[in-house]
């Protein structure tokens, strides 16, 4: 089993920045496809951004694309979000995903992770 714990979220400025962590334990996830997935009150969790296992061929939905950053410290255990000029239409709860496929391509798709976080609630005021 693979445990996954978010951080870093918080109220920022339209404009501003921040980190989001993800901290995996239980077992080591260097071999997963790893992906943030958010989730907005009233809509449904959709796709932010995911890298496969060997860290090339990141994708990212096209609203964040230019501005989000995702990254990973093998030795860690640990994946990151870096989010930039951020905005209010980026407010929702964040969600790390682990899926442990050899896919050189990372899935988009919730349906395609096994393991989730708690969420960490992220607010950007205008």
């Known amino acids: 089993q693979v445990q996954l714990v978010e951080s870093g ?5 339209a404009g501003g920045s921040l980190r989001l962590s993800c901290a995996a334990s239980g ?3 260097s071999s997963y496809a ?3 997935f958010r989730q907005a009150p009233g809509k449904e969790r959709e796709f932010v951004a995911a890298m496969p296992w060997n860290g090339i061929n990141k ?3 096209d609203s964040v694309k230019g501005r989000f950053t995702i ?7 640990t994946v990151s979000l870096q989010m930039n000029s951020l ?3 980026d407010t ?3 969600y790390c995903a682990a899926d442990p496929s050899s896919d050189p391509l990372a899935g988009t798709s919730a349906d395609e992770y096994h393991y989730w976080g ?3 609630q992220v607010t950007v005021s205008s």
């Open 27 to 29: 077992r080591t996830v």
């Open 34 to 36: 790893m992906g943030w």
């Open 59 to 61: 994708a990212y939905a």
């Open 87 to 89: 905005k209010p239409e």
């Open 118 to 120: 708690q969420g960490t």
């Open 92 to 94: 929702a709860v964040y």
């Open 9 to 13: 979220g918080g109220l920022v400025q």
């Open 71 to 77: 990254s990973r410290d093998y030795a860690k255990n």
